[in-house]
């Protein structure tokens, strides 16, 4: 037996009070980065909302200040009590502000339908915050308490006597614990403009301290307002004008469900438990695609439609579909504090048993809106079969070992561990042999591409496939395309998009992430696609040499030179221009280089700005750029 280290009692750590949350973040927040940020401003706006829907509180104000890295939320609810709690002997404001799992929605007594459950979302908040101050009015004064980083800077104060009623709570996130602290406007207006169609009769007002600007949100007309902002956003044309709403509210569940069919070739549905946004959908998302297939293909069988040649499937049915889905249920069980996904399975046969009847019953009683939507569903399912075969020759073409039916231009790492492999996506032929010269042959995979790609906005699969460079990378991948995309057979780690540093190489970068974007989304999600940063410059001090990525770092070099030090500057027109060694050492070493990460914050922004950038609607593109070019200092024209 080896000799092993002393393991007692001494060695059990017991963590008291917040110390679990900054301890380990992520288990509350999702992560430390900017989705975990802005996380903890949606907590406190998801306690103001829970008012409204108590009927409560109509106004929810939210202000980013002139620092972007701290916020205020104020509501008009009921205030937080600040009596002394009967169990702990204190102030019930600071018991929920500093204790996991209180709160007033456990019961249901106080809050019928709310989202903030588990009782964690205010302390957590107040843990991961250097401050904090929580300021409600209620009992005719105003009261106030601060914390710092969860630990409270004194007792709950009386402040002044005050004829209103409210919570207002100020909060800084910790830059001890967040990579970066500075929230986006944007983000937050769009966040809190989706929860004013949600919650119809609310209104929210987002004060922008840094741009000086204040915007109003109210929406009455609720989510049907909501749907035609949505369509109107991603840019599709609907396939009918004809909105389809429900609304179910009963003892258990209030369902409400707006959609209609566009010429996407994507589905787009947004749901929401009790206001909240379920990114990850979840059992009442399976019931709303369950209630949809199965009202189409009712009224198919009662209409006796059978299309020649094809079979609709599911999928067919829901090609673009756009539809926006609200539930408030009582008890809502969600997979982590997150709450990205809904696991309640009840939830599922609700929103089934009201849109089936209620959207069939909608087809029947407009049969000419009906005969668009099912001619829409044939073409659907025509594409797709064209799509199958293409990707089928795809397939047959990499069916095999590693090394074999591979393309020809592709030159692979010896690894066949996918976890240690990356590939290497390189602008042109003369740039790919270089990238082979300077690469570490063990585990980098380089494939040249030959001028700019096919813009795949807008296309099918089986079209884009024409093309020799997109099958190059279907098949150098080896997980497939689009509904066939399986993640789990992707033959590299890190797929790293290597461009010149220029006009050129932007647009060819653009492209790709077009395609990505469009037919592999998966890869992105997943955290695999990377773009590099070549430098741009080479900066010789005499023996010394540096290099700079932009014409930014070109000249903050060259300003922290001593006066006596000239310095030679050489730009690269081209990765072409650069030796192996100089790829290696600034773009392909691991240990030097520097990768951006793709990543999407918003599928909605994301999917818009490719369609206004990518679409075939020139007009987007030149309303743009008229709008925008006084903002560019150099216009390559």
Known sequence: ????????????????????????????????????????????????????LAGECDRIVVTLHKDGASCSVQDNGRGIPVDKHPKVKKSTLEVILTTLHA??????????????????????????????????????????????????????????PFRGRGTTIFFRPDDEIFRRTQFNADTIRQHLEDISYIHGGLTITFCDEQKGETHELHHPEGIL??????????????????????????????????????????????????????????????GLKSGVVKAVRNYMEVHDFKPRGVTITSEDIREGLICVLSVFIGDPMFQGQTKDRLNNPETSAAVDGVVRPALENWLNNNPSLADAILGRMVLAARARQASREAVSEVRRKTVGVRKTNLPGKLVDCQSRNTDESELFI??????????????????????????????????????????????????????????????????????????????????????????????????????RLYIAQPPLYRIEVGKEVTYARNDAEKEELLAALPANRTATVLRFKGLGEMNAAQLRDTT?????????KVNIESQLEADKTFHQLLGKDASERYRIIMDDAGFADDLDV
Do not use: C
Request: aromatic share 6%; charged share 25%; net charge negative.
């Open 1 to 52: 037996m080896t000799a092993t280290s002393k393991y007692t009692g001494e060695d059990i750590e017991v963590l008291e009070g917040l110390e679990p949350v900054r301890r380990r973040p992520s288990m509350y927040i999702g992560g430390v980065d900017s989705r975990g940020l802005h996380h903890l401003l949606w907590e406190i706006v998801d306690n103001s909302v829970d008012e409204f």
């Open 103 to 160: 709160g007033g929605k456990f019961s249901g007594k106080n809050y019928a339908r709310s989202g903030g459950l588990h009782g964690v979302g205010s302390s957590v908040v107040n843990a991961l915050s250097s401050e904090m101050t929580a300021t409600v009015h209620r009992d005719g004064f105003e009261w106030r308490q601060k914390f710092r980083r969860g630990t409270p800077q004194g007792s709950v104060e009386k402040v002044r």
């Open 225 to 286: 307002a909501y749907i035609e902002k949505v369509t109107s956003d991603t840019g599709r044309k609907p396939a009918h004008e004809q909105i389809f709403s429900v609304t179910r509210d009963d003892r258990d569940a209030k369902v409400e469900v707006v959609l209609r069919w566009t010429d996407s070739t994507e589905e787009n549905v947004r749901s929401y438990v009790n206001g909240i946004r379920t990114h990850a959908g979840g059992t009442h998302e399976n």
């Open 426 to 527: 390189v602008e042109g032929d003369s740039a790919g042999g270089t990238a082979v010269m300077g690469r570490q042959a063990a585990t980098q995979a380089v494939l040249p591409l030959r001028g700019k790609i096919l813009n795949t906005e807008a296309m099918s699969t089986s079209k884009i496939l024409e093309s020799s460079e997109i099958r190059d990378i279907v098949e150098t991948l080896g997980a497939g395309i689009g509904s066939n995309f399986d993640v789990r057979h992707l033959r590299y780690a890190r797929i790293i998009l290597l461009m010149d540093a220029d006009s050129d190489g932007y647009h060819i970068s653009t492209l790709l992430l077009t395609f990505f974007f469009r037919h592999m989304p998966e890869l992105i999600r997943q955290g």
């Open 588 to 596: 392909l070493d691991p240990g030097a280089r520097v990768l951006l």
